[in-house]
């Protein structure tokens, strides 16, 4: 009894977001629409509580449950708490795009509060189950949100490909699960570890490794698993690229140190090759890519590969300090691109989508407040300091250097470079273009209000990192312990 009471404690918080997440689908069945403020309210409300009982059952001791299937450490409940920010910003931000367009519907915040359980569960699973299960549960509401606008034909085709290409990774992973299944006889992650610790390494066991590492490539958008990246995020309306391009990435990367650093470390020197050679490519073609993009969404979507490059930097290492860093460069980058497709949302209204570079032009002659924040964003993105981007990308390279990967390292600051130049692209025409459209921006006042702390806390963060630095090193450090 006290076990399950334990138990229960330590699933407290996605209990609560499963809970809210029925309720508020039930309760959109009978209320008007004129009252649906009430669904995004519940569903802010949902973050609030979700962060205070994660917070609430926090202990720096690492806690098993549900016989070691789901862990509770430092990490996960940081990664958590990451991730309510993450999507109670999102909500701010694609609230009134919903309403403008009318998708404004309960089914909206319910799918994104399952999507979160998912990420919750890939978080904390300490069994491969547990965290495909996780996974599942991800990808299933992503492909829904991404075909949520039914009328929209090109969304229809992106959740298409997505599904497609999603399921198809999906297999990769699951297969390569079954293989070290097989050759370890166990599913937790601490038991395969000391079981391959154990033995010699055998074909099998390196071919279910190369299938774990494709099926994660897949989920960051690495190369070459990058294919459906710019179809998706240029199909999708804009909310749900929003949301496929930020707070997953989260997840991603704690399923990749479960099962990589915890589950598979002993096959470090074989899964570092891999990831060497997907983090060269990423940056290379990611940025090469992006150069030539007169849409925004879809050179967003290819500067996101370039960004999955760096972060596999940090994991190539293979040290704490690596994945420290790439821990630090993934909570930027979420914030960055959250704040980035805020920005579109603002320029975009009801029979306008805000989606190619041209409809940047002149925006400080609209409006300098927001040419500024967005010049922010960009130089963040870019890697130019003092923002938080500059630091994310120098803790990695840094890694990587004392890693001895200093070819890389050299390839890595030539393409920063080279990709600076789109992000500044943009900023020359907000700020030296004349305008082409002259409609007053229109938002909400909490939206503008929110984006202007989002857009400056880059800035902050980039003058001071020590403290998101010492919060991802410390709780990654002692969950690793």
Not at 376 to 400: E, N, W
Request: with cysteine.
């Amino acid at each position: 009894m006290d076990n399950m009471q334990f138990d229960l404690l330590t699933l407290l918080p996605e209990l609560v977001v499963m809970g809210m997440a029925m309720f508020i689908l039930l309760l959109d069945l009978f209320i008007l629409p004129k009252n649906r403020f009430m669904i995004y309210g519940l569903s802010q409300f949902t973050l609030f509580a979700a962060a205070f009982f994660t917070f609430k059952t926090h202990t720096p001791a690492v806690g098993f449950a549900f016989s070691h299937m789901f862990i509770d450490d430092t990490l996960s409940d940081v990664i958590k708490l990451m991730m309510y920010l993450g999507t109670s910003l999102i909500l701010v931000y694609t609230r009134k795009y919903l309403q403008d367009r009318h998708l404004y519907r309960g089914e909206f915040y319910a799918m994104v509060l399952f999507g979160l359980l998912g990420m919750m569960i890939m978080v904390s699973g300490h069994n491969m189950l547990t965290i495909y299960i996780g996974l599942e549960l991800l990808s299933l509401c992503l492909y829904s949100l991404v075909a949520f606008d039914r009328d929209n034909p090109k969304a229809s085709e992106a959740a298409m490909k997505y599904f497609v290409l999603g399921a198809l990774a999906s297999g990769m992973l699951l297969y390569g699960m079954s293989m070290i299944y097989g050759m370890t006889g166990s599913l937790d992650v601490s038991d395969i570890a000391n079981s391959i610790a154990q033995q010699s390494k055998s074909p099998v066991l390196i071919l279910g490794l190369v299938f774990v590492v494709a099926g994660l490539a897949f989920k960051f958008g690495a190369v070459p698993f990058q294919m459906w990246v710019p179809d998706v995020y240029q199909g999708s309306p804009t909310p749900m690229t929003l949301l496929i391009g930020s707070v997953p990435k989260l997840a991603a990367y704690a399923m990749t140190v479960r099962l990589l650093v915890q589950g598979l470390h002993p096959l470090a020197l074989d899964w570092q090759d891999m990831l060497v050679l997907m983090a060269v490519l990423s940056i290379i073609i990611g940025n090469f890519s992006a150069i030539v993009q007169t849409n925004l969404k879809r050179m967003l979507a290819y500067s996101t590969i370039s960004h999955v490059g760096f972060i596999m930097f940090g994991m190539m290492s293979a040290n704490a300090n690596g994945f420290a860093s790439s821990f630090f460069y993934i909570s930027a980058y979420v914030l960055m691109s959250i704040a980035g497709f805020g920005i579109i949302l603002l320029l975009s209204r009801q029979g306008f989508e805000a989606e190619e570079i041209n409809d940047l032009k002149g925006l400080n002659q609209r409006h300098p407040w927001f040419a500024f924040l967005m010049l922010i964003i960009m130089f963040s993105m870019a890697g130019i300091p003092p923002t938080i981007g500059f630091y994310a990308k120098f803790t990695v390279l840094q890694a990587a250097w004392q890693a001895g990967f200093t070819w890389q390292v050299v390839l890595a600051v030539l393409m920063a470079t080279i990709g600076a130049f789109y992000y500044l692209n943009i900023v020359r025409k907000m700020y030296f273009d004349a305008p082409e459209d002259h409609t007053p921006l229109t938002a909400p006042l909490d939206m503008r209000l929110i984006l202007s702390v989002h857009a400056m806390a880059l800035l902050g963060l980039g003058l001071f990192p020590e403290v998101l630095l010492s919060v991802c090193g410390h709780s990654l450090l002692i969950s690793l312990q």
